[in-house]
Each structure stands twice: as structure tokens, then as C-alpha cells.
């Protein structure tokens, strides 16, 4: 069956980096969009990036600049490389597939001192 384990969340002092990873099974990984979610707490869903098939990519405004994504289709990964944190980044990451509607489990990113 479809899985995405995200892991790599942790608790980080802002300016501070950090990377979160994320491994896809069960579909065809290497044709399929990939998204990066995020849910701070007490607020609703905010897209932070997309990878295409073909490694193009976009972000949100708020991690533009910050944050890069990229993906291995040979080992069926797609990670977040976040820098410069703020405390603004503090939220639940999720990896999804959107256009299928493939979620991951989840994992904490916080910053803070």
C-alpha cells in the first residue's frame, strides 16, 4: 500500500538549520508531483513547496529563499532542507501527493530558544 514516512523534525534555535525527509512507497514515486504541507499550531494547512517529476520547483513566499526541496527518484525520497529558521516555522511538516491524495504522518519541526 501507498506509505510516506516523513522524518528528521526536531527542535532548533532560529537562525538555525534543519532537514526533513520523506520515503515514498508503493507508486510510482518518480512520476508524481511531490508537496511539502505545513500546520503551525492552532492554524489551518500552508502549502510550503512543490517538486515536480522532473525536480522543478516552487515555494511559499514565507520559506522562499530559506528552504530548498529536492528529490532522489532512485531511492524514492523527497527532503526539505530548511535554513535560516524562524519561530514562524514552527509546525507539523507533512509530504503529500496531492493530486493523488497521499499524506505522510507528520513531522515536528520547532524553533525556538
Known amino acids: 500500500q501507498v506509505q510516506l514516512v516523513a522524518s528528521?523534525?526536531?527542535l532548533k534555535?532560529?537562525?538555525?538549520?534543519?532537514s526533513v525527509s520523506?520515503?515514498?512507497?508503493?507508486f510510482t514515486f518518480s512520476s508524481h508531483?511531490?508537496?511539502w504541507v505545513r500546520q503551525a499550531p492552532g492554524?489551518?494547512?500552508?502549502?510550503?513547496?512543490?517538486?515536480?517529476?522532473?525536480?522543478?520547483?516552487n515555494y511559499?513566499?514565507?520559506?522562499?529563499?530559506?528552504?530548498?526541496?529536492?528529490?532522489?527518484n532512485a531511492k524514492n525520497t523527497v527532503t526539505l532542507?530548511?535554513?535560516s529558521l524562524k519561530p514562524e516555522d514552527t509546525a507539523l511538516y507533512y509530504c503529500a501527493d496531492l493530486g493523488a491524495g497521499y499524506w505522510g504522518q507528520g513531522t515536528q519541526v520547532t524553533v525556538s530558544s
Open 8 to 10: 528528521g523534525g526536531g
Open 13 to 18: 534555535q532560529p537562525g538555525g538549520s534543519l
Open 22 to 26: 520523506c520515503a515514498a512507497s508503493g
Open 33 to 35: 508531483w511531490m508537496y
Open 43 to 57: 492554524k489551518g494547512l500552508e502549502w510550503v513547496s512543490t517538486i515536480r517529476s522532473a525536480a522543478s520547483t
Open 60 to 72: 511559499a513566499d514565507s520559506v522562499k529563499g530559506r528552504f530548498t526541496v529536492s528529490r532522489d
Open 81 to 83: 532542507q530548511m535554513n
